[in-house]
């Protein structure tokens, strides 16, 4: 798709023409408090949305909330308490900043050249998509109206289809939606929300490449947060904060890809459960743990040990989530079969298309420890269902069903232009919280560049992970419960597709990674396993590498990843890393620890239990040179392994794939006569 031209681009015009009457508006503002510094009377601040009457309109059964059983285990955040995050402060300071920039403007939008000129781009968008959608982008230019049945929820209002091409799609998950529906309203409530928006500093990331084949990329790290200390209002159904319920992990771990030479973006989920080298800056955990330390320490994680650099950071809390479903007035989906979930409270009794308000929402999205009636069950009690074999990765699935759903939601209730719709701005800036360098004018951009993408066709991939079969994991005496391993070369597959790259190029740059002629290694034996030092060594050296110290070092446990270690993060260390990697499949990941790297070396490996060396490639040998009888001979060097199985006999589940269909219970979209969508 070719970006949209500015000149014929009403939502480009409009934006910018907003843009000069805020200037004017506060402008003029300041010279009227210079002169009355008392403020007699200030406009009321945007209505939070709440979930009392979000079902109201719904003609379909919604989830009742009186019927959920009380849980049998305690939750495992419950369980698990670690530490508690200062919100409050964080809160009061928004809303104070609320009032503040609210007593900006008037109350009468008669007098206010903001809401005006809301009120006129809003009619320039939609009297430009009745004629025909002008400024939609490349491909044949205006397009015509979307002549299709509708996709979206069943209490969609009746209305004229518009063009696909023109509909504003701001969805690639919860979490985009109101990143780019705040950039959106930024024209109109650009101080408002300026205030709003909960800023933090963080040192740990990457600049957006300036050359290369991913010049100008930006990815966004989008998180759910589980802090239930940052709420402001307690939510006995979620854990309470007073009753110890103070973990902070991230629910949800995203990464948001955005291209602008091709308008293209696609998101790519990492498992919670993944365990990483750099989880905490004290050593290995599962990814999701990171987030204990703040979001600096899970950037780090994800650029050290995924090589995928991160340029800005979003984040999300149960708040938030809630009130933009309430803000679309609910959402529905369709249950195949009865489902429950008794630690995130959902209880679903019914099949059918049922409404969703936010509380009910989030309980879907949180499930993952769900239980299924498939035909054939007769019971009425959940408690004795068969629960999914599948609990992190299920709820990944289900999620990025989920988010489909909203953003037919989004469509249905028409808000091709965001900026109208106060109630859901208002009802999630006060819970955003982005790093210090995410400014306005960088969200403005993000709508003026991607406002024409139709996200539905954009890849929501998964991290391809081994999940464990042994039950709680042990490393280095200490007991991390389930936990899943990395799965190379489907690990470097997915996230090369997820960023547009050829295959094994260097995610910082884009392009060729070192020739192994220029890299050397150290290998140490972390396994016990017989001479696995010396033979991996000779195995990097049949690619070409050079090899410096072959030792041993102390096994972590029982079951371990081989741990491709750097000294620091630059760019020649990182892409020695990757180079290094590559060359190897199974439970494989990357971390920068100076401790580990011997001397001498650019790059030290660390064996595991769960890999294998790749071969050198195929060698063309003439076979003849005379005669009918000529012709070539294919070698093809002997696999060298020095790894255990990890079959689904062994100690893990085969690799799981980057897009994951449906089970036959999960969740998913209605038809616009209440039925089961595709």
């Not at 050249?113 to 025909?132: F, K, M, S, T, Y």
């Not at 929820?153 to 518009?162: G, V, W």
């Not at 290369?212 to 790290?221: K, M, P, Q, V, W």
């Not at 042990?474 to 997820?498: H, L, M, W």
Request: proline share 8%.
């Amino acid at each position: 798709m070719s970006p949209p031209n500015p000149e014929d681009d009403p939502v480009h015009k409009g934006l910018h023409d907003l843009g000069r009457q805020i200037d004017e508006s506060a402008t003029s503002a300041t010279e009227a408090r210079d002169e009355d510094p008392v403020v007699q009377s200030a406009s009321p601040t945007p209505t939070e949305a709440t979930g009392e009457d979000a079902d109201a309109e719904m003609p379909w059964p919604s989830a009742s909330p009186a019927e959920t059983p009380e849980p049998r285990h305690t939750p495992p955040d419950a369980a698990q308490p670690e530490g508690e995050r200062g919100a409050a402060g964080a809160a009061a300071s928004a809303s104070a900043s609320a009032a503040a920039a609210s007593a900006t403007f008037e109350a009468d939008p008669a007098d206010n050249p903001v809401e005006r000129g809301l009120h006129e781009l809003g009619r320039q968008i939609d009297e430009a998509e009745r004629n025909g959608g002008a400024g939609g982008g490349g491909n044949g230019g205006g397009g015509g109206r979307d002549t299709r049945g509708a996709g979206g929820p069943a209490h969609a209002a009746p209305k004229k289809k518009r063009s696909t091409r023109r509909k504003v799609v701001y969805v690639l998950g919860s979490i985009f939606l109101v990143l780019v529906l705040i950039a959106g309203a930024a024209a109109g409530y650009a101080w408002y929300l300026n205030d709003q928006i909960h800023r933090i500093s963080l040192h740990n990331l990457s600049d957006s490449p300036s050359k290369g084949a991913d010049a100008g990329t930006e990815n966004i790290l989008m998180i759910g947060s589980t802090s239930r200390c940052a709420l402001k209002v307690q939510n006995p159904q979620f854990g309470l904060c007073s009753q110890g319920v103070t973990g902070v992990n991230s629910d949800v771990v995203m990464i948001l890809h955005l291209n602008p030479a091709n308008n293209s973006l696609s998101i790519l989920s990492i498992p919670r459960d993944l365990f990483v080298p750099n989880a905490r800056s004290d050593g290995a955990n599962k990814v999701d743990a990171a987030l204990y330390q703040g979001p600096d320490q899970l950037i780090a994680a994800i650029e050290e040990d995924f090589g995928i650099p991160i340029q800005h950071f979003v984040e999300l809390n149960f708040d938030s989530f809630m009130n933009v479903v309430n803000a679309l007035g609910g959402i529905h989906m369709y249950f195949p079969e009865p489902i429950f979930d008794s630690y995130s409270g959902l209880n679903i009794q019914t099949t059918g298309c049922i409404g969703l308000n936010g509380t009910s929402a989030l309980e879907v999205v949180r499930a993952r420890h769900l239980q299924y009636k498939p035909p054939g069950v007769t019971t009425t009690d959940p408690y004795y269902w068969p629960p999914e074999a599948e609990s992190d990765l299920a709820r990944i699935r289900r999620d990025h069903e989920f988010l489909r759903v909203l953003a037919s939601a989004v469509k249905a209730k028409g808000i091709d232009n965001p900026i109208t719709d106060q109630a859901l701005v208002s009802g999630v800036v006060g819970d955003l919280t982005v790093d210090s360098g995410f400014s306005l004018s960088n969200m403005v951009s993000l709508v003026l560049t991607y406002h024409g993408v139709d996200v539905n066709s954009a890849p929501q991939l998964t991290l391809p992970v081994q999940v464990d079969q042994f039950g709680s994991y042990t490393y280095k005496g200490g007991s991390y419960g389930n936990i899943e391993f990395p799965a190379e070369p489907q690990d470097r597959t997915a996230v090369d597709q997820f960023l547009g790259l050829n295959a094994n190029a260097d995610t910082y740059s884009g392009g060729a990674l070192p020739s192994p002629s220029t890299v050397t290694v150290s290998v140490m034996n972390g396994s016990g396993s017989s001479n696995q030092a010396s033979q991996t060594a000779a195995s990097l050296k049949a690619l070409g590498f050079n090899i410096g110290t072959v030792g041993d070092t102390t096994p972590v446990g029982r079951e371990a990843e081989t741990v491709v270690y750097y000294s620091s993060k630059t760019h020649a260390n990182l892409a020695a890393a990757q180079a290094v990697a590559n060359s190897m499949s199974g439970a494989v990941l990357m971390a920068m620890d100076p401790t580990q790297v011997q001397s001498g070396s650019q790059v030290t490996v660390v064996t595991g239990t769960q890999f294998s060396v790749n071969p050198p490639p195929a060698t063309v040998t003439p076979s003849g040179t005379t005669g009918a009888g000529g012709g070539t001979t294919t070698t093809t060097a002997p696999t060298t392994t020095t790894s255990t199985s990890s079959g689904s006999s062994g100690p893990f589940q085969p690799t799981t794939s980057t897009v994951e269909p449906l089970a036959p219970w999960d969740p998913r979209s209605c038809t616009a006569k209440g039925g089961e969508g595709p």
